[in-house]
């Protein structure tokens, strides 16, 4: 008999008794107010938010440096557009994207360990979820999933307009069975393993913006 | 050596006791004010509480949908009777690639397994990437802690073995700056390696993923750049439907650190798409372990305990643990989730542990799936006892105690002769024939008359009425 079998076998032997899965008539609902409750959850988990317009939001993020002077940006396709910062201002809204896109890495093998001195990645993500501060974000390819753990800095945005209340509610939104990988993120990464000190940076993005576009 | 033996030698240093309490007990008090934002909390726990047991009772049929989903999707499935069985699985997947690099982010069932002594004695490189665990496995220790390995270590601790693992100037005790050279000296193995292990925190029947939660982003960093994830999985870890994982969620990180939620949540579903030209085809397997939980499952007082989710609370709200370390337990899982698990492997071995709790009930109360933690540590004394796994002087002591008790006459007179006798004695003399229990306390003065007589004097008082 195969180790399966067996394991099936022992487990069917000594079943414990079928019991009733209860399930509650009704979920918390939204809050008054989620997006302050999201920035709190959010806050606590290490990330910031800012809210902002859907063509502006390259100016109301914070970036690490002179925008000028970013030379490794990863940001995903499903990214929209945004208008420039002044003093990049010579360049026009699309061409300022596609400038930042530009700097960039290729899918090639080499590339996905060549994404390591990435300053910044850029993602866009599903839905935002009010009750802890996370989003739902498929990444396009292994290489964006890559680069949202490889950069030193992560800004995600998500459509204001598409919040839910809790976890319960995500995973209404959320076909499984049709989601390779998939993953909430919140905050950047972080440890408390030495003498329980936050710090933020384990090992992916030190700072993490949440982006909330308005259209 | 057993439980109270370390725990002595963890009391000895005052201060270090008291900090290792006081940090636990800070956890602890997180977990209570994140609990306090979710209203409905309680129907919470019931709730995850139920989808467990229903679970529990259908692994055969929730484990075969499972294969057969993750099998669509592209994964290889394993399973393995037990430790042995699942090291040697691990093995051969890599051997048969030539791999000899590998990463690997925090997984109880691996340790419980032994699994990196295992593969290094043949001359495997396997690197433990969170970063508590890293520090347990270069100090060459296990994991005190299921969800902080290292919360036992002083930074200053740290900071030395960092000054011999990787160069860290002397005295460096800065938590931010420690963890930047471990960041540093973790990506180059990352980069560098060729296959990432993870564990499950939860395996879903229905559309074969699984999910694993980090703060560190150590798993999504170890399965994202080498091609083969090996995702090892104990039996109890299925659930039915991704539905069912949103209860579960929302319990975890409150219950393990007080956060609303980790800082990731990934969920897998197959081997992740073929994109590196050139490179080997990405390809996941995944290792099903019983490892005793098919027995422990057999054992209607001690089943429930296969709904735990790792999370922790229990440890870090226990009396006992917090004041006596998690490697006093000597077993993989300490705390009052691991004195339930492990006598069930070995309770020979283990048959100290249901007694290294008061029975204050906090772990159950904080229990986010309601495991009746000290209900089972008290069955457990039971079970101990008449498998003879008592020490003689416990047998013996217990064995006159429960004839004494089934005789209230002469438990009387017994005890009044006691008393007389005792209340002469020096209160030294008494404390030392009291031990351990006076240890560090003194006995209480003993008393001229005994609670029953005392109760006897007030009905007469009370029937004199008021004078």
């Known amino acids: ?215 | 050596m057993g439980h109270v033996d370390r725990a002595r030698e963890f009391v000895r240093d005052e201060s270090r006791t008291k900090w290792h309490d006081e940090s636990l007990w800070f956890v602890r008090a997180k977990r209570d004010d994140a609990a306090d934002t979710v209203p409905d909390w309680e129907a919470l726990r019931d709730e995850a509480a139920t989808i467990k047991r229903d679970a529990l009772s259908r692994l055969p049929d929730l484990w075969r949908q499972f294969e057969t989903a993750a099998t669509e999707a592209g994964a290889v499935v394993h399973w393995a009777r037990d430790a042995e069985e699942h090291n040697q699985i691990v093995l051969d997947l890599l051997e048969e690639r030539g791999f000899r690099r590998v990463v690997k982010s925090k997984s109880m069932l691996t340790e419980e397994c032994g699994l990196n002594p295992f593969l290094e004695a043949r001359g495997i490189e396997i690197i433990d990437t969170d970063l508590g665990e890293r520090i347990v496995q270069l100090r060459n220790e296990p994991p005190s802690h299921i969800v902080m390995p290292a919360i036992h270590l002083k930074r200053s601790e740290v900071g030395k073995l960092f000054e011999k693992e990787m160069g860290a100037p002397v005295g460096l005790d800065d938590p931010d700056a420690l963890t930047a050279l471990a960041r540093k000296d973790l990506r180059k193995r990352f980069i560098a390696a060729e296959a990432g292990i993870t564990g499950v925190n939860f395996a879903v029947a229905e559309t074969g993923s699984f999910v694993v939660v980090t703060n560190e982003g150590n798993a999504d960093l170890g399965t994202a750049l080498p091609s083969l994830h090996i995702a090892c999985v104990g039996l109890e870890k299925i659930i039915p439907a991704p539905s069912d994982l949103a209860p579960f969620l929302r319990l975890l990180a409150r219950s393990a650190t007080g956060q609303p939620i980790s800082a990731y949540t990934s969920h897998f579903r197959g081997p992740r798409e073929a994109e590196d030209i050139g490179s080997p085809a990405p390809a996941m397997h995944i290792v099903i372990v019983d490892n005793g939980r098919s027995d422990l499952l057999a054992q209607p007082s001690f089943r429930d305990a296969l709904a735990c989710i790792r999370c922790g609370a229990c440890l870090n709200t226990c009396p006992v643990y917090r004041r006596s370390g998690g490697h006093s337990y000597g077993t993989t899982i300490p705390g009052p989730i691991g004195s339930v698990l492990e006598p069930s492997r070995d309770p020979k071995a283990h048959a100290e542990l249901p007694h290294a709790c008061t029975l204050c009930g906090s772990c159950t109360n904080v229990c986010p799936v309601r495991v009746p933690l000290h209900h089972q540590l008290l069955t457990w004394r039971a079970h101990l006892a008449e498998g003879g796994h008592h020490p003689t002087r416990r047998r013996v002591a217990f064995g006159l105690a429960g004839r004494l008790f089934a005789h209230p006459r002469a438990y009387e007179i017994l005890t009044k002769a006691g008393r007389r006798v005792a209340r002469r004695l020096p209160t030294a003399w008494l404390d030392r024939l009291t031990s351990p229990w006076t240890e560090a306390r003194t006995l209480p003065p003993i008393p001229a008359r005994s609670f029953r007589e005392q109760m006897r004097a007030r009905a007469r008082q009370a029937t004199k009425g008021p004078r």
């Open chain 1, 1 to 215: 008999m195969s180790a399966r079998d067996q394991i099936l076998a022992a487990l069917t032997r000594h079943p414990a008794p079928p019991v009733e899965p209860a399930r509650p008539e009704s979920r918390p609902e939204m809050p008054a107010n989620p997006w302050s409750v999201l920035e709190e959850r959010l806050a606590q988990n290490g990330g910031r938010l800012v809210h902002s317009h859907s063509g502006a939001w390259i100016d109301s993020v914070k970036w690490p440096c002179e925008f000028a002077e970013l030379t490794h940006v990863y940001v995903a396709k499903n990214v929209p557009e945004s208008s420039p910062t002044p003093p990049a201002s010579q360049l026009s809204p699309t061409a300022h994207l596609s400038t930042l896109t530009s700097r960039g890495v290729g899918a090639t093998a080499k590339a996905m360990r060549d994404l390591e001195p990435l300053e910044v990645t850029v993602l866009y993500a599903d839905f935002a979820v009010a009750e802890n501060g996370a989003v739902w974000h498929v990444p396009a390819s292994a290489l964006e999933r890559t680069a949202a753990l490889l950069a030193e800095h992560l800004i995600v945005l998500v459509p204001a307009s598409s919040l839910v209340a809790t976890l319960h509610h995500a995973y209404e939104r959320i076909a499984l069975a049709e989601t390779r990988f998939g993953w909430f993120l919140s905050g950047p990464s972080k440890t408390a393993d030495i003498e329980q000190s936050l710090v933020l940076g384990a090992h992916g993005p030190r700072t993490m913006q949440l982006v909330a576009l308005e259209s």
